[in-house]
């Protein structure tokens, strides 16, 4: 390997090389990821399979991230407010429960919908409530300088266990049932809880808290006051939120897609969602690689994810609908991970756990809204109809957000970074 070659996994993988603790993290999140994307592939399919209805699974992607829509602003406070490793212990050891409790009722011969959905509830309780934290940590793992880096290791992780995930699924639900993807799934959740208790609190970097707590309600309104007030961080929330309430949400659409228009087994529908994955895992690596934020690959991401859908809409076979899979998956890490960082670099770290749930809040809790509509839209009007509406409302929010972020940038609407790239401050 030259030179530049090797300066460029230098520059992936600085975070890892650096902080101990974040090495921990990783490999944490390496196995329990895994698992999650099994889960998370597993749950769609078992509960299309026993209601053949994209609206029956639209409902559980509501009941998921319902709490997300309730939550999502209180979770950012205690981010705020709690030691947020403590909290990541707590909300680990309770999905590890809840995951037990899915394999209990995948392995009986006529699991109960309306149960399904309650774990989903609390499930998706437990994941509110620990991803600011979760998000807010890793700022405390590697400091502001390697934030971006890490932020994109993070997606690249994340991703690549979407693709081994669904693909390991999609092989155990065809070869000994969908009960197994949740088991692995409660077991995987011990590397987490290990990596946690090693960390060394002595090596993490210290944030500024509030020094008297204020009211909830208090706390919340400074929080939203802060990011409405940041025309940078509104233009990333606003595109944010129109792109989740346009159905980016494959979970709903990729079960339908491989089952009704391609008529295909459990093994395609684990490819489908695969592809997605590794394209999304490359997208991080290239977004660690670079090492900084960028409101341009922010606004072109979103137009890639846009463009992406539109071609599933109307491509005709299963080799098509994964390699334009693969390219949303690129598309759509490159949005989130760039805007994650812009949000995160531009927080005080008082306020930083509120602006990351203010971000998850109309990321993920908005999903309720457009999952059912989703499922609604392809019960009614066929599933190639709503991956073409989500690509037509995508392009229209990645048009709005790149106007905006570059008059912004320009200096038309008040000069907030100097640049394209977003440097860390001191």
């Known amino acids: 390997m030259g030179r530049g070659g090797r300066e460029w996994?230098?520059?992936?993988?600085?975070?890892l090389a650096k902080h101990r603790n974040y090495r921990l993290f990783f490999i944490g999140q390496l196995v329990s990821l895994t698992g999650t994307w099994m889960q998370d592939v597993a749950l769609p399919w078992l509960v299309y399979n026993e209601t053949k209805s994209p609206f029956a699974v639209g409902l559980l992607i509501f009941f998921r991230f319902v709490p997300f829509l309730v939550l999502g602003l209180f979770a950012g406070v205690l981010a705020d407010r709690i030691d947020n490793r403590r909290m990541l212990i707590a909300t680990q050891s309770i999905s590890m429960t809840l995951a037990f409790v899915l394999a209990a009722l995948a392995f009986t011969d006529?699991?109960?919908?309306?149960?399904?959905?309650?774990?989903?509830?609390?499930?998706?309780?437990?994941v509110m409530i620990e991803a600011p934290s979760r998000q807010a940590f890793v700022y405390q793992l590697v400091?502001?300088?390697?934030?971006?880096?890490?932020?994109?290791?993070?997606?690249?992780?994340?991703?690549?266990?979407?693709?081994?995930?669904?693909?390991?699924?999609?092989?155990?639900?065809?070869?000994?049932?969908?009960?197994?993807?949740?088991?692995?799934n409660a077991v995987s959740f011990m590397a987490?809880?290990?990596?946690?208790?090693l960390m060394r609190a002595s090596e993490l970097f210290p944030v500024a808290r509030d020094g008297e707590p204020q009211p909830t309600l208090i706390a919340i309104r400074d929080g939203v006051s802060y990011v409405w007030g940041s025309p940078l961080m509104r233009t990333i929330v606003i595109c944010t939120a129109?792109?989740?309430?346009?159905?980016?949400?494959?979970?709903?659409?990729?079960?339908?897609?491989?089952?009704?228009?391609f008529n295909a087994s459990a093994l395609v529908f684990g490819a489908l969602y695969a592809s997605f994955g590794i394209g999304a895992t490359l997208g991080a690596l290239v977004v660690a690689g670079r090492g900084r934020a960028s409101w341009k690959a922010f606004s072109l991401g979103a137009a890639g994810l846009g463009l992406s859908s539109l071609g599933i809409a109307v491509i005709g076979g299963i080799p098509a609908a994964i390699v334009l899979l693969f390219a949303a998956g690129i598309s759509f890490t490159t949005w989130v991970a760039n805007g994650q960082s812009l949000l995160q670099l531009a927080s005080p770290d008082r306020l930083r756990g509120r602006v990351?749930?203010?971000?998850?809040?109309?990321?993920a809790g908005l999903m309720p809204v457009s999952a059912v509509a989703e499922g609604w839209v392809a019960d009614k009007l066929g599933t190639r109809f709503a991956f073409a509406f989500a690509g037509v409302a995508g392009l229209l929010a990645a048009g709005y957000a790149f106007r905006r972020l570059r008059a912004i940038n320009s200096g038309v609407s008040g000069p907030l970074v100097a640049t394209d790239t977003v440097q860390p401050q001191t």
Not at 147 to 176: D, E, H, K, T, Y
């Open 242 to 261: 129109a792109m989740s309430l346009a159905g980016f949400n494959f979970r709903v659409l990729v079960p339908s897609l491989a089952a009704d228009v």
């Open 110 to 126: 006529s699991p109960a919908i309306w149960a399904i959905y309650i774990v989903a509830i609390l499930g998706g309780g437990g």
């Open 143 to 184: 400091g502001r300088e390697e934030l971006p880096n890490a932020i994109a290791l993070n997606a690249s992780l994340f991703n690549a266990a979407r693709a081994v995930g669904p693909a390991l699924g999609g092989v155990l639900i065809a070869v000994v049932g969908v009960g197994w993807c949740f088991a692995f």
């Open 356 to 363: 990351v749930s203010i971000y998850i809040f109309v990321f």
């Open 9 to 15: 996994n230098g520059r992936i993988t600085s975070s």
């Open 192 to 197: 987490v809880l290990a990596m946690l208790l």
